[in-house]
């Protein structure tokens, strides 16, 4: 994603931060809509919902967890979304793409949506619900690289929404910088993450016990251990469970559940390479 300065403009049509919000780049001619699924009706009441776009269906569990997109694109907005309305469960969002000047076409779109499933499963953020990435289409160089334009474009709209689907966990790391890691030991884990401005991010294999000590039972706590398993964002390796890859947690205390198995304070168990908490290191001011 491109690092330089942006205005981004976000207009609300009915004045309610929680309704209908469509954002652009002031200088370019893409628009992102976001759509409560409630909302689903009023959005195709809008002039707007007559192009062809591309489409995301934005979902999660209710404790925040296993959060899902569904990537498409159509030239029929409203038969497509309210189809998806009726036969798809998990999503809550619809973010929709079009171009200020309706010159998206069939072409774009079906180039986009390839591209957008390639970014998204290497991101890894997300749990990709379509069936497959398929294969890229034929698509002229000039059209190509209009495509890879309206990408960028929708990939900095998207994560402005709070959607960064597009978006690693971790960022690769260049020669000049160094990554601050953080360390989990206790209850037997062997955890590594970094501090970042969204949560907390464990790498790819941190490892920690498989069971849960007693308190947890029964707990929505174990629940969230058990869904991590389940989604396949911790592997069992005998007695033990292993990251299967890079994963964000909203609190430090969240990741360090995820690996001890046991209600804990990860501002004091996370620490630096030379024994210092995140607590430490991250929340107490110098006066």
């Given at each position: 994603?491109?690092?330089?300065?942006?205005?981004?403009?976000?207009?609300?049509?009915?004045?309610?931060?929680?309704?209908?919000?469509?954002?652009?780049?002031?200088?370019?001619?893409?628009?992102?809509?976001?759509?409560?699924?409630?909302?689903?009706?009023?959005?195709?009441?809008?002039?707007?919902?007559?192009?062809?776009?591309?489409?995301f269906?934005?979902?999660?569990?209710?404790?925040?967890?296993?959060?899902?997109?569904?990537?498409?694109?159509?030239?029929?907005?409203?038969?497509?979304?309210?189809?998806?309305?009726?036969?798809?469960?998990?999503?809550?969002?619809?973010?929709?793409?079009?171009?200020?000047?309706?010159?998206?076409?069939?072409?774009?779109?079906?180039?986009?949506?390839w591209?957008?499933?390639?970014?998204?499963?290497?991101?890894?953020?997300?749990?990709?619900?379509?069936?497959?990435?398929?294969?890229?289409?034929?698509?002229p160089?000039?059209l190509?690289?209009?495509?890879?334009?309206?990408?960028?474009?929708?990939?900095?709209?998207?994560?402005?929404?709070?959607?960064?689907?597009?978006?690693?966990?971790?960022?690769?790391?260049?020669?000049?910088?160094?990554?601050?890691?953080?360390?989990?030991?206790?209850?037997?884990?062997?955890?590594?993450?970094?501090?970042?401005?969204?949560?907390?991010?464990?790498?790819?294999?941190?490892?920690?016990?498989?069971?849960?000590?007693?308190?947890?039972?029964?707990?929505?706590?174990?629940?969230?251990?058990?869904?991590?398993?389940?989604s396949?964002?911790?592997k069992?390796?005998?007695?033990?469970?292993?990251?299967?890859?890079?994963?964000l947690?909203?609190?430090?205390?969240?990741?360090a559940?995820?690996?001890?198995?046991r209600?804990?304070?990860?501002?004091?168990n996370?620490?630096?390479?030379?024994?210092?908490?995140?607590?430490?290191?991250?929340?107490?001011?110098?006066?």
């Amino acid at each position: 994603m491109s690092t330089t300065p942006k205005t981004i403009q976000i207009f609300l049509p009915s004045g309610d931060p929680r309704g209908i919000r469509i954002a652009e780049i002031t200088t370019r001619i893409v628009q992102v809509i976001e759509v409560p699924r409630s909302l689903l009706p009023d959005f195709i009441k809008m002039p707007e919902s007559n192009q062809v776009a591309l489409y995301f269906l934005f979902g999660e569990a209710e404790d925040g967890t296993d959060a899902k997109v569904y990537i498409g694109q159509t030239g029929d907005l409203p038969a497509r979304l309210t189809s998806h309305n009726k036969s798809k469960d998990f999503w809550q969002r619809a973010i929709v793409l079009i171009s200020r000047t309706n010159s998206l076409t069939q072409t774009h779109s079906l180039f986009l949506e390839w591209y957008c499933l390639q970014a998204a499963n290497k991101a890894a953020r997300y749990v990709v619900e379509n069936g497959n990435a398929g294969s890229k289409p034929h698509t002229p160089a000039p059209l190509e690289a209009d495509c890879l334009e309206i990408f960028e474009t929708g990939q900095v709209l998207l994560a402005t929404l709070g959607y960064p689907v597009f978006d690693a966990v971790s960022k690769p790391v260049t020669s000049s910088e160094e990554l601050e890691v953080f360390y989990c030991k206790a209850s037997g884990a062997d955890g590594r993450g970094l501090y970042t401005p969204e949560g907390f991010v464990v790498l790819k294999g941190s490892s920690g016990r498989k069971t849960n000590v007693d308190s947890l039972i029964g707990t929505p706590a174990e629940r969230f251990r058990e869904r991590l398993v389940k989604s396949g964002v911790l592997k069992v390796a005998g007695d033990k469970v292993v990251m299967a890859t890079d994963h964000l947690f909203k609190t430090p205390s969240g990741a360090a559940l995820a690996l001890t198995g046991r209600m804990t304070n990860g501002w004091v168990n996370w620490r630096s390479k030379d024994g210092k908490t995140l607590d430490e290191l991250k929340r107490q001011q110098p006066e």
